[in-house]
């Protein structure tokens, strides 16, 4: 997946600004998919030149214009393609596991690894918790403003689909959690008492 594709979901439910979006992925779109706020504005630029988002500006000031983006008809058309594919796994990556694999060289570190590992988690959890539940209560702005204007049935997959990736990354955090917890059981068994 690549940023484009998270900018053009983002743009397929309201227009919105450059800032909008660093916010989104700092917050909702950041659970799935993170982008530096540097990387948002050149990609905002190249969708504008190929046609698929459009840009309109409001002067703030003299020499100060804002921009708001929203999505094209080829934007949308370029989307739906995007979402009509399987999807792409990336290579695996996982710095975490890779530095308990080579943990043996510091076991003295290991309890404060799986626990900072666990309390990660658990943030994790609570957060998207929190969101979930804000989408459950119809409470979450921009969910609000994407089933807005659907039919029932149209607006029932919107939110079914949102807590469908909510509710499986929380599985997965809940996984990490238990296995973390496994781990620190494991670990008192084979610490040296003090």
Same mark, same amino acid.
């Given at each position: 997946?690549?940023?484009?594709?998270?900018?053009? +979901? $983002?743009?397929?439910?309201?227009?919105?600004?450059?800032?909008?979006?660093?916010?989104?992925?700092?917050?909702?779109?950041?659970?799935?998919?993170?982008?530096?706020?540097?990387?948002? $504005?050149?990609?905002?630029?190249?969708?504008?030149?190929?046609?698929?988002?459009?840009?309109? /500006?409001? /002067?703030?000031?003299?020499?100060?214009?804002?921009?708001? $983006?929203?999505?094209?008809?080829?934007?949308?058309?370029?989307?739906?393609?995007?979402?009509?594919?399987?999807?792409?796994?990336?290579?695996?990556?996982?710095?975490?596991?890779?530095?308990?694999?080579?943990?043996?060289?510091?076991?003295?570190?290991?309890?404060?690894?799986?626990? /900072?590992?666990?309390?990660?988690?658990?943030?994790? !959890?609570?957060?998207?918790?929190?969101?979930?539940?804000?989408?459950?209560?119809?409470?979450?702005?921009?969910?609000?403003?994407?089933?807005?204007?659907?039919?029932?049935? /149209?607006?029932?997959?919107?939110?079914?689909? !949102?807590?469908?990736? $909510?509710? +499986?990354?929380?599985?997965?955090?809940?996984?990490?959690?238990?296995?973390?917890?496994?781990?620190?059981?494991?670990?008192?068994?084979? !610490?040296?008492?003090?």
């Amino acid at each position: 997946m690549s940023l484009r594709y998270a900018i053009l +979901g $983002y743009l397929s439910t309201a227009p919105g600004t450059g800032y909008d979006l660093a916010r989104q992925f700092d917050t909702g779109l950041g659970w799935f998919w993170t982008a530096n706020h540097s990387q948002i $504005y050149p990609e905002l630029r190249r969708l504008t030149e190929e046609g698929l988002v459009e840009r309109d /500006a409001t /002067a703030i000031s003299e020499n100060v214009d804002k921009f708001v $983006y929203s999505l094209t008809p080829a934007g949308r058309e370029a989307l739906r393609e995007w979402t009509s594919q399987l999807p792409v796994y990336p290579p695996n990556r996982d710095g975490e596991r890779l530095q308990l694999i080579f943990g043996d060289e510091t076991p003295e570190a290991l309890h404060a690894h799986l626990t /900072a590992h666990r309390d990660h988690f658990v943030q994790r !959890r609570q957060r998207l918790k929190e969101t979930l539940d804000a989408i459950d209560a119809g409470t979450h702005e921009r969910v609000k403003a994407r089933v807005a204007n659907r039919s029932k049935k /149209a607006a029932a997959i919107t939110l079914k689909l !949102r807590q469908l990736a $909510y509710a +499986g990354d929380i599985a997965r955090a809940e996984t990490e959690i238990a296995w973390a917890e496994d781990a620190l059981k494991w670990l008192e068994t084979v !610490r040296p008492q003090k």
